[in-house]
């Protein structure tokens, strides 16, 4: 279930670019008024503290955990939790390519930052985080390039407040009492339902915003800007983004590092999320979207049988395939089909006793359990 927080002086930045378009659409009978922002200016550059930066500069080891392992083109990527035996304290990046590396000091894995490298171009996208903390996560987009000698740099930062002024002057919204309908321009992209009248209703003045959950996805070819609106009620001054769909959008890069942000559309993810045992009720499927990659973790559990917590899957005509390890390490694998709320896992590749091949287990998908960003 996506956070809820309560609006407090540090938890949100000043509003601001709160402005109204008196622009009829057909077949609207509201106005469209446009989004506001929560970024009023840049977020500061990131600098690590001058200890991790010694520790840095004298460690002969670090332990690090895998981003990117791109066997293929010879490129990987890691953060850096610890160097010797001092903690890096949320910084610390290292862009591995052929037998050179790079390390980024400066560049934060608070949250588990995510890379993808594109051999066509030579880009190397990275996605680290900006600002975290309740109902909070913001990223900050680096394209990466290399040197002829394989050394690694930055070649344009994407800076959150930049994409949120941009869409700013896009994003608007109206509301029916019934309906919420985001629109991109004149566009409407999506509509949710206004579930939250018995919360006392939206704040009349800024009612939804933008800023505080914009991630990327690096699944594809080239990165996706995905973003939730908050809603602000007036009972409370709670904000949440519960009642909100997350959109996407293309980012694209100009020579001159200038950032591009294309037509938005809603995330349809129709496998994700939490699932319950259709006998006992527990919690027993969880599959979870990779932003990584665009595929899937899978964790599949059989009451009282065994539990598979390694699966990988992928969306086809079938349905969500994935592959996983058994309890005696052998291959195991099946496809994930949905009916409505309830899905079921028929297992086609198996060894495990009491698990043949056809075998077919079915759960109910657990209200409100949507991932975050």
């Known amino acids: 279930m996506k956070p809820v927080k309560t609006l407090v002086p540090t938890a949100i930045l000043t509003l601001c670019v709160m402005c109204v378009l008196s622009v009829a659409c057909t077949g609207v009978g509201e106005e469209i008024h446009l989004m506001a922002g929560t970024l009023d200016g840049p977020l500061p550059v990131d600098s690590a503290p001058a200890r ?30 610890e160097a010797d035996t001092t903690s890096t304290e949320g910084y610390g990046v290292v862009v591995v390519k052929g037998n050179t590396s790079t390390t980024f000091p400066h560049i934060r894995n608070v949250r588990q930052p995510l890379a993808r490298y594109d051999q066509q171009t030579g880009n190397l996208w990275l996605a680290a985080s900006a600002m975290e903390g309740s109902g909070v996560a913001v990223e900050r987009l680096y394209q990466i390039r290399f040197d002829a000698d394989d050394k690694a740099f930055v070649a344009h930062i994407v800076e959150p407040y930049d994409v949120q002024r941009q869409l700013c002057q896009r994003l608007g919204y109206s509301i029916d009492g019934q309906w919420v309908t985001l629109y991109d321009g004149r566009r409407e992209v999506a509509r949710a339902a206004n579930t939250i009248t018995d919360m006392g209703g939206f704040d009349d003045e800024q009612p939804l915003w933008i800023g505080e959950q914009m991630v990327y996805d690096l699944g594809g070819t080239s990165p996706r800007l995905l973003l939730t609106p908050g809603v602000k009620f007036t009972v409370g001054l709670a904000l949440t983004y519960d009642d909100m769909p997350t959109l996407s959008a293309p980012i694209t890069l100009t020579g001159e590092g200038r950032v591009n942000i294309g037509r938005l559309a809603p995330v349809v993810r129709p496998y994700e999320g939490v699932y319950l045992d259709e006998d006992n009720s527990d919690p027993n499927l969880h599959i979870r979207y990779r932003r990584s990659d665009g595929r899937y973790d899978v964790e599949v559990g059989i009451f009282r049988l065994t539990f598979l917590d390694d699966g990988i899957g992928e969306v086809g005509d079938q349905g969500l395939t994935f592959k996983a390890t058994d309890a005696a390490g052998q291959p195991i694998g099946g496809v994930v089909t949905l009916h409505q709320d309830t899905a079921t896992v028929t297992f086609t590749d198996t060894t495990w006793p009491l698990i043949e091949p056809g075998a077919q287990f079915r759960y109910v998908r657990q209200a409100g359990n949507a991932y975050d960003l």
């Not at 991790?52 to 990527?77: G, K, N, P, S």
């Open 52 to 81: 991790v930066m010694q520790a840095f500069e004298r460690a002969e080891r670090f332990h690090q955990h895998d981003i990117l392992d791109d066997t293929a083109a010879l490129v990987a990527v890691f953060s850096i939790d």
